[in-house]
């Protein structure tokens, strides 16, 4: 059996010749594929079924994170704030079906963003060759109205073979984006011109750490000054700066 999973889809097709132009025979699609609710709310998530076989979707909930370099990772189940109906759909080929997600916080939740993860995964279906099936992460954030605290930190840069290293810490209560132009290094090497760096977009949730990477575009060695700009956004805010000096081997 095959399994998948994504934060926001998954398509899962058998291997083999023609497979990236025939459709294969199960894939789902989920809209909205990222659902953040205010509170107490609700949202309807409209699932369509685009493979060439009937589905059989069951839900379940489940916890959500990122690890350091932004990968979804599926955490263990705690007491949810989330109720998903109906549990189960059958869709035909080319249908549509439609799940309604209600959140419930408690009276005295934290403020900022709590995410969830609602799994819907079809029940296996054999094929000639082999058994698919295939797992879609619908991630829910709810906000949750109160004091938000936006505080993100550096906590240090470290030179890796061809790229630089800068860990971050979220220490707020809401997710922080970090587009490609809010997060900067400028390396500054006597008697060559400063050389700006930026580094892939990427969201770290509340109280959790990430990892942005700056690809060296060619090799640096010996001693030099880097200066970090950070600015959460988007859109892209009053950069906090910090400094550092490095000495990369050679």
Not at 16 to 29: D, E, F, K, Q, Y
Not at 65 to 82: A, E, K, Q, V
Not at 101 to 112: C, H, I, K, L, T
Not at 146 to 161: A, K, N, S, Y
């Amino acid at each position: 059996m095959i399994a998948c999973f994504a934060a926001a889809a998954c398509l899962l097709a058998p291997f083999g010749s023609g497979a990236g132009r025939a459709r294969p025979p199960v894939s789902l699609v989920a809209a909205p594929a990222h659902v953040a609710l205010a509170g107490a709310a609700r949202q309807v998530v409209t699932l369509t079924s685009t493979g060439t076989r009937p589905v059989v979707v069951e839900v379940v909930r489940a916890g959500y994170g990122l690890d350091l370099r932004g990968r979804p990772r599926i955490l263990p189940h705690r007491r949810s704030w989330l109720s998903v109906r109906p549990r189960r759909v059958a869709i035909a080929p080319g249908g549509h079906a439609t799940l309604v997600v209600v959140s419930s916080p408690p009276r005295r939740a934290e403020p900022g963003d709590h995410s969830e993860l609602v799994l819907l995964t079809t029940r296996p279906l054999r094929t000639a060759s082999l058994s698919v099936r295939m797992r879609l992460g619908l991630v829910v954030v709810v906000r949750v109205a109160g004091r938000i605290v936006r505080r993100l930190e550096v906590v240090r840069l470290r030179p890796r073979p061809h790229r630089l290293e800068l860990l971050l810490a979220n220490r707020g209560n809401v997710t922080e984006t970090i587009t490609g132009r809010c997060a900067s290094l400028t390396v500054r090497r006597s008697g060559r011109r400063p050389t700006r760096l930026y580094a892939a977009p990427r969201r770290i949730l509340p109280h959790a750490r990430g990892l942005l990477t700056f690809p060296l575009r060619s090799p640096i060695r010996g001693r030099i000054r880097v200066s970090v700009a950070l600015s959460p956004g988007p859109p892209c805010m009053r950069a906090r700066t910090r400094a550092f000096v490095l000495r990369l081997p050679g």
